[in-house]
């Protein structure tokens, strides 16, 4: 049974910087594309980020490019997002998801309609960023 959990949540002043975890366990981790989304409160869902299995291929979307990075240490079994310069609409539960294939076209994972249904969800960790 795969299953991925989330840490490093937390609250945060404007400007701060976050480390977000995803642990992924019973499975090897290098056999899954993987992809940070976020949902706020009344706002639409939005994926943040996206990386390759190899960690060799990432995505970004608009409003966290420059800002955050993601990264994986596929020996860990782990995924990580690195959000600095962070800012208030940047509050959200934050979710890892997994995919059980190798897709180089992340970006597309993200941003267009295909067969990228993830098969794993983590529960989520908030990050809240206020003063």
């Known amino acids: 049974q795969v299953q991925l959990v989330e840490s490093g949540g937390g609250l945060v002043q404007p400007g701060g910087s976050l480390r977000l975890s995803c642990v992924l366990s019973?499975?090897?981790?290098?056999?899954?594309?993987m992809r940070w989304y976020r949902q706020a409160p009344g706002k639409g869902a939005e994926w943040v980020s996206a990386?390759?299995?190899?960690?060799?291929?990432?995505y970004y979307s608009d409003s966290v490019k420059g800002r955050f990075t993601i990264s994986r240490d596929n020996a860990k079994n782990t995924v990580f997002l690195q959000m600095n310069n962070l800012r208030p609409e940047d509050t959200a539960q934050y979710y890892c998801?997994?995919?059980?294939?190798?897709?180089?076209?992340?970006?597309?994972?993200?941003?267009?309609?295909?067969?990228?249904?993830?098969?794993?969800w983590g529960q989520g960790t908030q990050v809240t960023v206020s003063s």
């Open positions: 998801v997994a995919n059980a294939k190798t897709v180089t076209n992340v970006r597309a994972m993200c941003t267009e309609e295909g067969p990228y249904d993830p098969d794993y």
């Open positions: 019973g499975s090897t981790a290098s056999l899954y594309t």
């Open positions: 990386i390759d299995t190899s960690g060799s291929v990432a």
